[in-house]
């Protein structure tokens, strides 16, 4: 069974432009999260999908957004892009977002704004 | 707002020996809490998840520990290898939402 599948691997982009980052989860899996990683703040909650509906947000600004499409792929895109937006951005899948569940990781898109 | 913090930071230690890291959380109020595993430039590995009615959970050389009601987990790695060579995140599920709250992690190094 393939894992979650996060495109492009690597970025880079220059401030102010715009970056659209794509995760393919799990066969069977219905529930995509994002999270922002970076050597300052950690690991931070972006958004969670399941069944096309955005269920949770965190607290990033609305240049931060997602969707899911009926195969349960996900993109999230980041819109006017600042300096402080380089990270690695972190797709993870669950089956159902139910509390017993595992996440399950992807290896990551790691983007760098010049 | 929930806060999770790991001690220590960082760990180096011999080859075949048993350790423990520390996980502390302000808010009880959780589903569950699970540790994860990170290689550098890599993604996250789920290693333990522990529902909040749980007291304890194995899986081979890892047995990792929760008192809800204290705000602690523990993660026990027994016979350490250098292959343990990690960060160790830990992260708590909160009851008002499906996101996880993640600790700072623990900068795992092995020694041969």
């Known amino acids: 069974k393939a894992g979650v599948t996060q495109t492009p691997r690597y970025l880079i982009k220059t401030r102010g432009q715009q970056v659209t980052l794509s995760c393919s989860p799990i066969?069977?899996?219905?529930?995509v999260s994002w999270y922002q990683q970076t050597p300052g703040q950690g690991l931070q909650f972006l958004f969670e999908?399941?069944?096309?509906?955005?269920?949770n947000k965190g607290n990033f600004p609305g240049r931060f957004s997602g969707r899911q499409f009926s195969n349960s792929r996900s993109e999230m895109n980041v819109s006017t892009l600042e300096l402080g937006d380089s990270a690695l951005y972190l797709c993870?899948?669950?089956?159902?977002?139910?509390?017993?569940?595992?996440?399950?990781f992807g290896s990551g898109t790691q983007l760098s704004v010049l | 707002k929930q806060e999770v913090t790991q001690i220590p930071a960082a760990l180096s230690v011999p080859e075949g020996e048993n350790l423990v890291l520390n996980c502390s959380f302000t808010?009880?109020?959780?589903?569950?809490l699970q540790w994860f595993r990170q290689d550098p430039g890599k993604g996250l590995t789920s290693l333990l998840l522990?529902?909040?009615?749980?007291r304890e959970q194995t899986s081979g050389r890892l047995n990792a520990s929760l008192d809800k009601s204290s705000g602690r987990s523990t993660l026990y790695i027994a016979a350490s290898q250098p292959g343990d060579s990690a960060t160790y995140l830990c992260?708590?599920?909160?009851?008002?939402?499906?996101?996880?709250?993640f600790g700072e992690g623990t900068q795992l190094t092995v020694n041969p």
């Open positions: 522990i529902q909040s009615s749980q």
């Open positions: 999908y399941f069944s096309e509906t955005q269920r």
């Open positions: 808010d009880s109020a959780i589903y569950n």
């Open positions: 993870a899948s669950s089956p159902n977002s139910a509390t017993n569940e595992k996440l399950f």
């Open positions: 992260a708590v599920l909160e009851t008002s939402g499906s996101r996880l709250t």
């Open positions: 066969s069977g899996h219905r529930s």
